[in-house]
């Protein structure tokens, strides 16, 4: 068989709930069904299940109830070693007592890969990661930035059809890390890997994700892409989580969102009249703060941009949007 | 440009200097005794010669017992590595139910006089009516040994990332595999640096040893105690120096052959 010849698969949870020593569920039900070859991300606040739910797909942690596939195979009682998954910890998790090529090697070594093959894949892996020439130096002897790309190039040498990431560039500090979210997202395009990406970091997971999935305390409040998450968010907490919105309380406790940036400033008479709060200078765009009749505060966002007028605290203005702009929540 | 010393930095260098030579000086007594050679121990030495090296070297009673001391204090070193290394990793590991007390339970004979230890080994021995074996004696130089090793693992252990054991499994390493391919190869330097203490232990045991030798089968510093009721000569000094290059050689070896580096921070 052809170690090598792996394609993606696709991943599925159906109603994954998991929970520690019979406290409340860190997982609760969760069902989502990742595509062959997608960029999916896990995107939630601290302690929300995240981790869990990424370790339950690597076996780390048993499923209390529900079932895991990965391609057309039932995974959940598949011990972690045979699951076949690449895997990044934010932590790195390089082995200390290896050098690069050796931690490279790792995975390929327990395939039972020949010795020629082993060398040929490190090295075209390292390569891959920018990192010929580093071969024989240990972990200690990199920098942050350079373990998190051994880290990568140990799970990606062995071409898995499933690669997990755990918020793996937590750790780098924030020009690195946009260059390495760049550059990871090329890579998974150009090999084509399933990914689940874990992060609580939104600006990231709408930057690099095909899909996301937002979850809150152990459950799933939304899925979809990343300009559905944004532009048509389901719940009050997707709404909130994501991005800066304004809600408009509606009877019955329902609400209605906008985005500060698609509402316009005009004269009074409008939608809702108000008076400018503040005014934040943002570069490209200024952000107002409006305080309506009725006590309630709006953001809007303006571009800075052709001829536009001067907007000063205190002036009366007038907000309105478009009707497709303004999204109804659920709850 | 020379900073100029200041009187905090000259305290230091002189507590410093004074315990090292609080703690050196023994060795250096020691060295002189053996090196002179009149025949009792007395100061100033009067020259220098090697006649209690030879006199040390040439009595088959002392070469007996170190030879019997070298080779308890090895099966002790193994022993207790692995006694201490397999239950280092239970306690740590195993979700054991009460491994605190455990722990302080195995940990205890550090705690006791070894004396007391000695006694009761003499006294159970006497009961089980087993006379005085070897193997006895080595049991009872590896219950004192096994804490030393029990506690440098379980420092090991305790600032352990068992991530990198979850790397391991996630690419494709058996439970079996991840042991002996990361696991191992990161306690080793705690196992091996307790071992050298558990060595050193055996090889200078005396209160137990004390109690478990036989009359044909005394260790080193057994011998050397019987020795010094009736003779104090240069021997004993000799014999000393010559424990004191044991030692260190064995903390030479290990870490020269095995490496004592620790890439868990401790
Ligand atoms: N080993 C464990 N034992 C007990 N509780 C745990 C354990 N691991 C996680 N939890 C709990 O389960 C919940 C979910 O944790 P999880 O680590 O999945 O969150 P997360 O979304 O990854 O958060 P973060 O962004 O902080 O990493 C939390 O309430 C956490 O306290
Ligand atoms: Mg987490």
Redesign the interface.
């Known amino acids: 068989m052809d170690q090598s010849a792996s394609s993606p698969a696709s991943i599925g949870l159906d109603a994954v709930s998991k929970s520690y020593d019979g406290r409340v569920r860190a997982v609760d039900a969760v069902s989502l069904d990742v595509k062959p070859g997608e960029f999916f991300s896990l995107l939630g606040p601290s302690g929300c299940g995240k981790t869990t739910t990424l370790r339950m797909i690597a076996g780390f942690e048993t499923v209390d109830t529900g079932r895991i596939r990965v391609g057309d195979r039932d995974v959940t009682d598949v011990p972690v070693h045979k699951r076949d998954m690449g895997m990044v910890f934010q932590s790195y998790a390089l082995f200390p007592h290896r050098t690069v090529a050796e931690n490279v090697a790792f995975g390929l070594r327990m395939r039972k890969v020949p010795k020629a093959e082993i060398e040929e894949r490190v090295r075209a892996a390292l390569a891959l990661v920018a990192l010929t020439g580093f071969e024989d130096r240990r972990p200690g002897q990199l920098s942050g930035g350079q373990q998190q790309r051994v880290a990568l190039a140990r799970a990606i040498v062995i071409r898995p059809p499933v690669l997990l990431c755990d918020e793996p560039l937590g750790a780098l500090d924030r020009k690195l890390r946009q260059q390495m979210q760049f550059e990871l997202k090329q890579l998974q395009k150009e090999l084509g890997v399933t990914l689940v990406f874990v992060t609580h970091d939104q600006e990231e997971a709408l930057a690099m994700s095909d899909r996301i999935a937002v979850m809150n305390a152990g459950r799933i409040e939304q899925i979809g892409t990343p300009t559905e998450i944004y532009d048509r968010p389901r719940t009050r907490f997707v709404a909130d989580f994501i991005g800066e919105i304004n809600l408009i309380e509606r009877p019955g406790g329902k609400a209605l969102a906008v985005r500060p940036e698609k509402i316009v400033l005009g004269a009074p008479g409008a939608v809702l009249d108000g008076t400018i709060d503040s005014a934040s200078f943002l570069g490209g765009q200024t952000l107002y703060r409006v305080a309506l009749s009725d006590g309630r505060q709006m953001l809007v966002k303006e571009t800075n941009a052709g001829e536009r007028p001067v907007r000063s605290v205190g002036d009366k203005v007038g907000l309105a949007w478009a009707a497709a702009d303004g999204v109804e929540l659920e709850a | 440009m020379s900073a100029r010393p200041d009187a905090g930095h000259i305290a230091y260098l002189a507590v410093n200097g004074a315990i090292i030579t609080f703690l050196l000086a023994p060795i250096a007594i020691i060295t002189v005794f053996a090196l002179n050679p009149t025949p009792y121990i007395s100061f100033p030495p009067v020259g220098i010669s090697l006649r209690w090296f030879e006199k040390f070297f040439s009595s088959p009673e002392f070469m007996g017992a170190l030879w019997l001391s070298l080779q308890v204090a090895v099966v002790v070193l193994v022993l207790s590595m692995v006694i201490g290394g397999l239950c280092a990793l239970a306690l740590a590991r195993g979700n054991i139910p009460g491994s605190r007390v455990l722990t302080a339970f195995f940990m205890s004979p550090l705690m006791l006089p070894a004396i007391l230890t000695g006694l009761a080994l003499f006294q159970l021995y006497l009961l089980l009516d087993i006379g005085r074996p070897v193997w006895g004696l080595i049991m009872g130089h590896t219950l004192v040994a096994v804490p030393y090793v029990l506690r440098t693992t379980l420092a090991v252990l305790h600032n352990f990332?068992r991530?990198?054991e979850?790397?391991?499994?996630?690419?494709?390493?058996?439970?079996a595999?991840?042991f002996f391919?990361?696991t191992l190869?990161?306690i080793r330097p705690g196992v091996f640096a307790g071992g050298i203490f558990a060595f050193i232990v055996s090889f200078d045991q005396f209160p137990i040893s004390l109690f478990l030798v036989m009359p044909q089968g005394e260790t080193l510093p057994v011998v050397l105690f019987n020795y010094m009721k009736f003779d104090l000569d240069g021997a004993i000094a000799a014999a000393s120096m010559v424990s004191i290059l044991m030692a260190v050689s064995v903390v030479v070896i290990l870490e020269k052959v095995i490496g004592l580096k620790s890439?868990?921070k401790l």
């Open positions: 990332d991530r990198i979850e790397a391991a499994a996630v690419h494709g390493a058996s439970p595999r991840v391919e990361v190869p990161l890439y868990v």
